[in-house]
């Protein structure tokens, strides 16, 4: 089993990657007016991708497992929205199994389950047209096999006939929030990180502000190293709105621990920070739930790595019960219009994400 906490070193797949790069998509650069709708905003589906790769699942019956809790999270949102599964035909029959029956399957093969940072990023321009902003995904820093991912976003634009919009950034969506009014936040570590992008901050703000379409970036440090991601900000800090950010504090008793450091860190930073209209932040808190099912160091128990759909929120949940029922009532407090549904999605906390991570929206 593999686990985006801990460091990896594998061999990943560029060649098919560049290879696409000249294939039919219709790639252009530049933003052309087209931004990123907030997550928010209505959807049309939601994607996602059965993992399968025995190379980074080399556990078959936890892969079961996983691939268990993948249904679930698809089957939780199509109560709400449609949803596409990608996936090679060949694990199709078993793969119907599990999932509901109003769940689309689309052939396009996949390696894992990340479908915020392999699948396809959606922008929209004034007019409602939409493209798709590829980030040119590279396994993390080429830290795990992606022959199949790596090709995900430009399969879909062929299928929808939409523009690919690529001014050479590297990195993943995971790695990036924004509040729908034209701000960013990220963390330094995955994204101004020779393992991607050799630009200095400067240059890698400005491609991510063109990607996004948005006029103001918000740095935090973060952490190199200690995962697969440089530390994506999705399971740390989420916008919920203008100017206010959902927050997760780490365990107070955390000792010698660099994530814990890193997240007080960030906080530290953010409490300085203004919103667009020259306010300082507002921010909820999430506790970490320190009573949870599962208790290896390397899980990622967070509530805020949670996704949006049509009329829902879906969140984990981790056997805490007391920190559980405190989150959803937060999440309600803070969605008022949307239900909240919780699930238990520990085998993806196991390899290092959560159901953020597993999704991708794309906007009406």
């Not at 936890?62 to 809790?69: G, P, R, V, Y």
């Not at 396994?139 to 976003?153: P, S, T």
């Not at 306010?279 to 949870?292: A, M, Q, V």
């Not at 969605?335 to 794309?362: K, S």
Request: glycine letters at 10%; charged letters at 25%.
């Amino acid at each position: 089993m593999v686990s985006r906490r801990i460091f990896l070193s594998t061999l990943a797949g560029l060649a098919g990657t560049l290879a696409m790069m000249n294939g039919d998509a219709r790639a252009v650069s530049g933003s052309n007016g087209f931004v990123v709708p907030e997550e928010s905003d209505p959807h049309l589906r939601t994607f996602m991708q059965w993992p399968v790769s025995r190379v980074v699942h080399p556990d078959a019956e936890f892969l079961d497992i996983l691939q268990q809790t993948i249904a679930d999270i698809a089957n939780a949102i199509v109560d709400f929205e449609p949803v596409v599964m990608l996936m090679d035909a060949r694990f199709e029959p078993a793969a119907r199994r599990l999932l509901d029956g109003r769940i689309d399957v689309w052939h396009i093969p996949t390696d894992d389950l990340w479908c915020r940072d392999s699948g396809p990023l959606f922008v929209r321009d004034a007019s409602g047209q939409q493209a798709i902003r590829h980030l040119n995904f590279n396994g993390w820093g080429n830290k795990q096999v992606h022959h199949n991912d790596g090709l995900i976003a430009r399969r879909i634009a062929q299928r929808l006939d939409l523009e690919i919009l690529d001014n050479g950034l590297v990195g993943e969506a995971g790695g990036v929030e924004l509040d729908g009014a034209g701000t960013l936040l990220a963390h330094e570590s995955c994204w101004v990180n020779t393992n991607r992008n050799l630009q200095n901050r400067g240059g890698v703000e400005a491609l991510l502000l063109e990607a996004f379409g948005a006029d103001r970036m918000i740095w935090t440090p973060g952490l190199k190293g200690e995962d697969i991601t440089d530390y994506h900000i999705d399971s740390l800090a989420r916008f919920v709105g203008p100017g206010h950010v959902l927050f997760q504090m780490p365990d107070p008793g955390a000792i010698d621990d660099s994530f814990a450091d890193a997240a007080l860190e960030t906080l530290s930073l953010l409490e300085q920070e203004l919103d667009g209209e020259g306010n300082p932040l507002k921010f909820s808190i999430l506790e970490e739930p320190l009573h949870r099912r599962v208790k290896s160091e390397d899980f990622v128990a967070s509530y805020v790595n949670y996704y949006v759909c049509n009329g829902a929120v879906i969140m984990p949940q981790f056997g805490d019960t007391e920190e559980d029922v405190a989150a959803r009532e937060t999440m309600q407090e803070l969605y008022p219009d949307r239900q909240i549904v919780q699930l238990n999605t520990d085998a993806v906390g196991e390899v290092g994400g959560g159901i953020h991570c597993a999704t991708m929206q794309q906007p009406v």
